[in-house]
């Protein structure tokens, strides 16, 4: 049996218990890259294979010692290629940062590492995490383990792809406007977007800074609770993070929902929202209140808002985040350049691509003289009054449910020959962002042509625990379906 079949809390018990030993799990992770990623793509750089195998005895030795006892020492992980790793090449999936190699730790890496983590490689992603597919990464688009002519989500596709097809027990992604969730959904795996402030964002190369959360991406609710509880923890060197009472998320791992309030907005599941989809979900919902949750339908108002502003406050923060990208201190400079300003010019139009040169101008026009106002202050507002509308449902309701996408999976090139097209595939994530909420994509079924579809749950603000429970209980219902790639011999 192939390690990185177990779910990733299965996988340390056998290594706690001494069953298995780190090296053979290690040895398993990079067998099954060899294997598929020459067709999936999910890696930008995975680690020499000498280091880490000496890494993992280094690991093996402190929990012989009874120094590492937490559920994931020993268990490989892999980590987006926006998260800084002390050494290692940290690309963004860009050409501007294809010679970065920071010089500290984003703080979840250093957390995972402090539990005994092993850390294989950087998944591929959108660039800079702009995209919903995967396919504006500089070093090529990530495959769908279901069916490689499909894409598998983004921006944190080459995550949710490496687990779906067992090429590492976990991941870490980020998620802006439903980066995890929606490449969850797409790839068959389970994905938790924690409410803002939750996990800190030291060493994630920024997108936009109010939106972006750091989250993980595993093969079940156990392993994410499991995941968040490690990866969380209040940090000083981020102004945004918060300090909370309770990192307690594995408490909420019961098969109890019995009298927990559901609420079905009736705008998610109207108009483009796909058959199959939408039967998958409320199939699932009926699931839940079989097992004694209260379901009821209300309205969700501002919904159609939340588009336009999201991708004006996004862009908005991306145009000056992307700012610092110019050639001179880090990153790619172009090689002829005639003085100063021609140098900027250049290196960031060859260093950029297509899509992040859209959303930076896009960005930069919202926040440029004349149009502040009409513009980036109005999304402002509208995201103050959606988030006020979450408030009043999360009055009423412990969890609101609905589809993670409108649809499953599309094929690749698709949503890249419609830019409009991609950004209105959103519509069901960016909400959970704008207000700051925590999210998970649960897997509840599969499409006619085998591909997955993901049921998304919301919480209210720091209530991680309602939506975990909710998940968790739904998924003992349910066996987790192995990608058809990761039983390749």
Not at 325 to 345: I, P
Not at 446 to 470: T, V, W, Y
Request: charged content about 25%; glycine content about 10%; some cysteine.
């Amino acid at each position: 049996m192939n390690l990185m079949s177990l779910t990733a809390v299965e996988l340390g018990k056998k290594i706690k218990s001494g069953e298995v030993k780190v090296v053979d799990a290690v040895l398993d992770a990079f067998s099954q890259i060899e294997a598929v990623e020459k067709d999936i793509n999910s890696y930008v750089t995975v680690y020499e294979k000498e280091r880490v195998l000496k890494n993992a005895e280094e690991i093996q030795a402190k929990i012989d010692a009874g120094e590492l006892t937490g559920p994931l020492a020993g268990v490989p992980v892999a980590i987006k290629d926006n998260m800084c790793t002390k050494g290692n090449l940290t690309t963004c999936s860009s050409k501007i940062l294809g010679n970065f190699y920071p010089t500290y730790s984003a703080e979840a890496v250093v957390n995972l590492e402090k539990a005994g983590a092993v850390i294989i490689g950087k998944t591929n992603m959108d660039e800079f995490a702009m995209g919903s597919t995967t396919e504006t990464s500089h070093f090529g688009p990530t495959k769908n383990p279901w069916n490689e002519e499909h894409v598998p989500g983004g921006s944190s596709g080459g995550s949710c792809a490496a687990v779906a097809a067992e090429e590492c027990s976990y991941a870490l992604g980020s998620d802006t406007g439903g980066s995890i969730r929606q490449p969850s959904s797409f790839c068959g795996v389970t994905g938790i977007k924690p409410t803002y402030g939750t996990v800190s964002r030291y060493g994630l190369i920024a997108y936009g800074s109010s939106l972006d959360q750091i989250g993980p991406v595993a093969k079940d609710v156990t392993d994410c609770a499991t995941i968040l509880e490690t990866i969380a923890s209040y940090d000083e060197k981020d102004s945004t993070s918060v300090k909370r009472d309770n990192y307690n998320f594995t408490d909420a791992l019961v098969d109890d929902v019995k009298g927990l309030k559901i609420g079905i907005p009736k705008g998610y599941f109207g108009e483009g929202l796909n058959k199959k989809v939408k039967d998958a979900i409320l199939n699932a919902v009926k699931v839940l209140e079989e097992k004694g949750a209260i379901v009821e339908e209300f309205d969700l108002s501002l919904v159609e808002y939340a588009i336009p502003a999201y991708y004006v406050i996004a862009d908005a923060e991306a145009s000056s985040n992307l700012a610092r990208f110019d050639g001179v201190k880090y990153g790619y400079r172009t090689e002829d350049y005639r003085g100063l300003h021609n140098m900027y010019k250049k290196s960031r139009s060859e260093g950029f691509g297509e899509e992040v040169k859209r959303r930076i101008m896009l960005g930069s026009f919202v926040l440029s003289s004349g149009y502040y106002d009409a513009y980036y202050l109005k999304a402002l507002r509208t995201k103050a009054l959606i988030k006020k509308a979450f408030d009043e449902a999360f009055a009423k309701y412990d969890v609101i449910i609905g589809p993670a996408a409108p649809t499953t999976a599309p094929k690749l090139g698709a949503s890249l020959a419609d830019p409009i097209k991609m950004y209105l595939g959103d519509i069901y994530t960016i909400s959970v962002n704008l207000a700051g909420l925590p999210g998970i994509s649960v897997p509840c079924g599969m499409d006619s042509e085998g591909l997955p579809i993901g049921m998304q749950i919301i919480g209210d603000c720091f209530k991680e625990n309602n939506i975990i429970r909710a998940a968790y209980a739904y998924e003992q219902t349910r066996e987790y379906a192995h990608s058809t790639v990761a039983q390749r011999d």
